[in-house]
């Protein structure tokens, strides 16, 4: 009876235990991590408030998880700030396996995302400086491309606005420009 329950698949406590193995073939079509251009990660970060950081953050633990590891990609990009580490190590590694010579510092650049993100709370118009926590991800993006660019040289590089881009950074900017008018405007 024990052995019919193995063979119809059922869960075994005393088998050994077996991992998925991850393709490190290079195919030239899927990038290994969330392509997008400097600039547009830039532009987007400022004009969404650090929406597009959760975006980006979720783009790359669905990447995460298109590579074998079980992870919850929205519940990690809501708290990207405290899970920002893991991710950052995997580009590291991924980085070293593909041949990219550029070095990361994943956990300087894990702290810096962390203290940037806290930043927001800062009173009068030194909350501003909350709007830069893209700048620590710029450094890991540069990675991703690099690494996109071994792994998957045909693949889009995600550098044109789209419209949903296009919607972000009119709706964002008429409300950045608003909050600065609005910070200033007290003092």
């Not at 490190?24 to 990660?41: Q, R, Y």
């Not at 980085?95 to 994943?106: E, N, P, S, T, Y």
């Not at 650049?109 to 009068?124: D, G, N, Y």
Request: aromatic fraction near 14%; charge should be neutral; glycine fraction near 6%.
């Amino acid at each position: 009876m024990e052995t019919e329950a193995v063979d119809k698949g059922d869960f075994n406590p005393y088998a050994a235990p077996t991992a998925r193995l991850q393709d490190t073939a290079v195919d030239g079509s899927e990038p290994a991590f969330f392509p997008v251009t400097l600039l547009k990660l830039s532009v987007m970060s400022l004009v969404t408030f650090g929406l597009y950081e959760i975006y980006w953050f979720y783009k790359n633990w669905k990447c995460v998880q298109r590579h074998g590891d079980d992870v919850n990609a929205p519940i990690r990009a809501l708290f990207y700030p405290l899970v920002s580490y893991p991710l950052y190590r995997r580009i590291r590694d991924r980085a070293r396996d593909v041949g990219v010579d550029r070095h990361l510092w994943a956990g300087s650049l894990a702290i810096a995302t962390f203290v940037l993100s806290m930043l927001w709370r800062l009173p009068s118009a030194w909350w501003l400086v909350g709007l830069l926590t893209f700048i620590p991800i710029l450094a890991v993006q540069r990675v991703v491309n690099d690494i996109n660019r071994v792994a998957a040289p045909d693949a889009d590089r995600n550098a044109r606005f789209g419209g949903w881009n296009i919607f972000g950074l009119v709706v964002g900017g008429i409300l950045l420009a608003l909050a600065l008018v609005g910070t200033f405007a007290d003092e």
